[in-house]
């Protein structure tokens, strides 16, 4: 099992950046499957970004080109570079993750929209609101 811990939400103007972080209880050799996950009022959970140590990073094309994730394993961290908010952005974040992810399909949580799969450890999560 895994516990993680989201930070670092708050509130931006649109065109603004945020970063946020996510602390794991698990130290890990790297293998599995980690990612940022939102929900906004009245919709699904939906993937934002995921990835495997020294891996490929997968984005939901609604981030790419500005949202980025990194992994630091030393420090059981998960970080979300947020660049380019858009209100459209505004959404409770959580990480989560995938322990028994078999190799090359965590990228598949990059598409999640709320079912399937195997995340376990969701955290409270930290609010991120974008203003127009």
């Known amino acids: 099992q895994v516990q993680l811990v989201e930070s670092g939400g708050g509130s931006v103007q649109s065109g603004g950046s945020l970063t946020l972080s996510c602390v794991a209880s698990?130290?890990?050799?790297?293998?599995?499957?980690l990612g940022w996950f939102r929900q906004a009022p009245g919709k699904e959970r939906e993937g934002v970004a995921v990835?495997?140590?020294?891996?490929?990073?997968s984005y939901a094309d609604s981030v790419k080109g500005r949202f980025t994730i990194s992994r630091d394993n030393a420090e059981n961290t998960l970080v979300l570079q947020m660049n380019t908010l858009s209100p459209e952005d505004t959404a409770m974040y959580y990480c989560?993750?995938?322990?028994?992810?078999?190799?090359?399909?965590?990228?598949?949580?990059?598409?999640?929209?709320?079912?399937?799969?195997?995340?376990?450890?969701w955290g409270q999560g930290t609010l991120v609101i974008v203003s127009s």
């Open positions: 989560a993750a995938d322990l028994s992810a078999p190799p090359g399909t965590c990228a598949w949580y990059s598409n999640y929209h709320g079912t399937g799969g195997n995340l376990e450890g």
């Open positions: 698990l130290r890990t050799r790297g293998g599995y499957c």
């Open positions: 990835r495997v140590i020294n891996g490929t990073p």
